[in-house]
């Protein structure tokens, strides 16, 4: 496997089945924008604070969920609806928004020291939303598989996930002038982006499901 592989098969699997992750993620991408926009509003800062954090940690884990399980099923030849996948994923709410609630804790805190820290952090748990959807694991079993199966993963993962998100990083700095300029512009934008970034876990999947479960050497 190398990173522009995996990248042309997500790519393929997201632009192959967009008329179906529109209506099963955009909804919830757009309420998330809106909601973190009017906790901006109100706050008087254009960043992303605490409680714009908390409203992320809401939608965050069903429309993820969504994604996964929607992989999930085309990977094993099932096919749900999506009143029937929304439902699943509000199922696995309470555990995926306390995985994604401490995921989120332990890459701020990374990122606090230097950066590099928190990206390690990021790679490192790639795998534990597919791990406590896939795998039923609770939170915490999920992230502590995650450090083991990204073993000898790890820049395979990094390069990947540059690839994907350097483009978004670059953006950002545009899209808070915007916020500030035009709220409603700035949803819209926030909602592009955050529907892009599906194509992270689309790939992420794809090198989850590729690599074999065994021990290896630590990264």
Same mark, same amino acid.
């Given at each position: 496997?190398?990173?522009?592989?995996?990248?042309?098969?997500?790519?393929?699997? @997201?632009?192959?089945?967009?008329?179906?992750?529109?209506?099963?993620?955009?909804?919830?991408?757009?309420?998330?924008?809106?909601?973190?926009?009017?906790?901006?509003?109100?706050?008087?800062?254009?960043?992303?604070?605490?409680?714009?954090?908390?409203?992320?940690?809401?939608? @965050?884990?069903?429309?993820?969920?969504?994604?996964?399980?929607?992989?999930?099923?085309?990977?094993?030849?099932?096919?749900?609806?999506?009143?029937?996948?929304?439902?699943?994923?509000?199922?696995?709410?309470?555990?995926?928004?306390?995985?994604?609630?401490?995921?989120?804790?332990?890459?701020?805190?990374?990122?606090?020291?230097?950066?590099?820290?928190?990206?390690?952090?990021?790679?490192?748990l790639?795998?534990?939303?597919?791990?406590?959807?896939?795998?039923?694991?609770?939170?915490?079993?999920?992230m502590?598989?995650?450090?083991r199966?990204?073993?000898?993963?790890?820049?395979?993962?990094?390069?990947?996930?540059?690839?994907?998100?350097?483009?978004?990083?670059?953006?950002?700095?545009?899209?808070?002038?915007?916020?500030?300029?035009?709220?409603? @512009?700035?949803?819209?934008?926030?909602?592009?982006?955050?529907?892009?970034?599906?194509?992270?876990?689309?790939?992420?999947?794809?090198?989850?499901?590729?690599?074999?479960?065994?021990?290896?050497?630590?990264?």
């Amino acid at each position: 496997m190398n990173p522009i592989s995996i990248l042309r098969d997500a790519w393929y699997f @997201y632009s192959r089945h967009i008329g179906a992750l529109l209506p099963l993620c955009l909804p919830w991408i757009v309420f998330e924008s809106l909601v973190q926009q009017q906790i901006n509003q109100a706050s008087g800062s254009p960043q992303i604070g605490p409680w714009g954090l908390a409203a992320g940690l809401v939608f @965050y884990p069903i429309y993820t969920a969504s994604l996964i399980l929607y992989m999930s099923d085309r990977g094993e030849g099932r096919q749900r609806g999506m009143g029937e996948l929304w439902n699943a994923a509000l199922r696995l709410w309470p555990a995926f928004a306390l995985l994604s609630a401490l995921t989120s804790l332990l890459i701020v805190i990374g990122l606090s020291l230097l950066i590099l820290p928190g990206i390690y952090v990021m790679i490192k748990l790639a795998f534990a939303e597919f791990l406590l959807i896939g795998n039923g694991l609770r939170p915490i079993d999920a992230m502590r598989e995650s450090f083991r199966r990204t073993n000898g993963h790890f820049f395979l993962l990094l390069l990947t996930a540059l690839a994907i998100l350097m483009p978004v990083w670059l953006a950002d700095g545009w899209v808070t002038q915007v916020s500030q300029e035009s709220p409603l @512009y700035a949803v819209l934008l926030n909602s592009i982006s955050g529907f892009f970034q599906l194509l992270l876990t689309v790939a992420a999947y794809r090198i989850f499901i590729l690599c074999p479960d065994e021990e290896l050497p630590p990264a």
